[in-house]
């Protein structure tokens, strides 16, 4: 009797001397029980919507975003002007002719010049690639539609054919171009996206149309029809506007001069609610500085949190938070971006800033020693984040906000979400609120501020200064 009840009374006794989880341990705790994340995420998307460069709605959340920086004890929360680039989309329809008519899902590439009036009716070539176009010649594209049909390798890779094809299918007397949308799957959804014109090159009017409409014009053209397709792009002519990147600081303890950025973007296009790209991003980088803070922790160095404006269609958030903080750049310690959904976080990458001329492979393939100390300074922090996955540390690219920076010496940090379904809905009308996954949230924002923690606590810095 006495032994079984000093049995039982044992787990009580261990558990009253048991310490409350402390630092990164508590943190962990704390943000794996926040909803702040989600909460703001879904009043961002639902109750403002979508930010494309120029609209109300990104002024709106660039207001509100301030709000939600001074509620969260954030110091220093301001807007830093930026002037930035506009371009409105009218309206827009598109059908297949001939040979037999039937609706063409289309959405027209982000800075696309307008169809003439009442549209424009051409027969379409379809080709595979840059190099089964420039075979055809110019006979064979003068004064057609050239139809990219290019599948999805990788985004880098298939996002060439968005930025260039109209310019390259115009070298060639094309009248307009229809660009596959950059997804490995659709549900008939046209991924919209930005598109440059190269200079001394006719602008034609470029639209992204489906994987389904695509693969059809293939199919037509590959049983000896001739597909010809009507197309109505309206737009209103490119101007500029004031926007302004959002900024709030929580200062370090030890080294409050030093600075380590948290990014993501507010802007996004026109279509969808801009829910994974990049409204959770913004929301994974305030909240876990602000969870570090809502934590009791204060790590050495400030964490700054940064909310660019007009990263879809310009970048002029980028480079303007380049020229506003140029002088302080040196008291950097890192910057990082989340800008790739809400897959769970994996690891971080590591960029060095320019890598004076030499590519992402090259780089991974020979360190410098430099890289090779940095490295070896976050794969120290992995296993702090173990519990929450097996976190990858490695050499690779950081985000393209933060790129103008980095190129200039600011050690860069990409976030290693799990992208596997990220362009599903990227740049469409079904990117929002519903895909956001809120038990992957609250794990990301633990491993985010885990790590951010961490970082900004290092006794050294990455880049050794
Ligand atoms: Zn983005």
Not at 385 to 413: F, H, Q, R, T
Request: glycine residues 10%; neutral net charge.
């Amino acid at each position: 009797m006495k032994r079984l009840f000093a049995t039982a009374l044992l787990p009580i006794a261990l558990l009253a001397q048991a310490p409350a989880p402390t630092g990164i341990a508590r943190l962990k705790a704390d943000a794996l029980a926040s909803d702040a994340a989600y909460k703001d995420l879904e009043y961002l998307c639902d109750r403002i919507g979508a930010r494309p460069s120029g609209s109300k709605q990104l002024d709106e959340a660039i207001a509100w975003a301030q709000t939600v920086l001074k509620r969260e004890g954030f110091v220093n929360v301001r807007a830093e002007p930026v002037t930035i680039p506009v371009w409105r989309r009218g309206a827009e329809q598109g059908w297949i002719e001939a040979p037999a008519r039937q609706t063409l899902s289309v959405l027209g590439l982000g800075g696309t010049v307008p169809t003439p009036k009442g549209g424009l009716t051409a027969e379409v070539v379809v080709v595979g690639s840059f190099d089964e176009l420039k075979a055809l010649g110019e006979a064979r594209v003068k004064g057609k539609i050239v139809c990219f049909d290019v599948p999805f390798t990788n985004y880098g890779a298939t996002v060439a054919y968005r930025g260039a094809g109209a310019s390259e299918a115009a070298k060639l007397g094309a009248v307009a171009a229809l660009v596959r949308s950059v997804t490995p799957v659709s549900l008939d959804t046209p991924h919209t996206g930005a598109m440059n014109y190269q200079k001394d090159v006719a602008k034609i009017p470029a639209a992204a149309i489906t994987l389904e409409n695509a693969t059809q014009l293939r199919r037509l053209q590959a049983s000896g029809q001739v597909p010809r397709v009507h197309l109505e792009l309206e737009s209103e002519a490119p101007t500029t506007a004031p926007s302004a990147n959002v900024v709030g600081e929580l200062p370090g303890s030890d080294k409050p001069e030093e600075i380590v950025v948290l990014s993501g973007h507010l802007d996004s296009w026109d279509v969808g609610q801009g829910a994974q790209d990049d409204g959770v991003g913004c929301m994974l980088a305030l909240h876990a500085a602000a969870q570090i803070r809502r934590s009791g922790l204060q790590p050495k160095r400030t964490l700054r949190v940064v909310l660019y404006t007009n990263e879809e269609h310009g970048l002029a958030g980028g480079r303007a938070y380049l020229e506003a903080h140029r002088e302080e750049l040196p008291r950097h310690a890192a910057m990082l971006e989340t800008d790739s959904g809400n897959g769970l976080i994996q690891g971080f990458s590591l960029d060095l800033g320019g890598g004076q001329g030499r590519n992402r492979a090259q780089r991974a393939a020979a360190p410098t020693d430099a890289q090779k100390r940095a490295l070896g300074l976050l794969e120290g922090l992995a296993p702090q984040l173990a519990d929450l996955g097996a976190m990858k540390m490695e050499l690779g690219g950081s985000g393209a906000d933060i790129g103008p920076s980095v190129a200039a010496g600011v050690p860069g940090i990409g976030v290693g979400h799990d992208n596997s379904r990220y362009w599903d809905v990227h740049h469409t009308r079904a990117d929002t609120f519903d895909k956001i996954k809120p038990e992957d949230l609250k794990k990301n924002l633990a491993i985010l501020s885990a790590f951010t923690f961490a970082l900004a606590d290092l006794p050294e810095r990455l880049d050794g200064k």
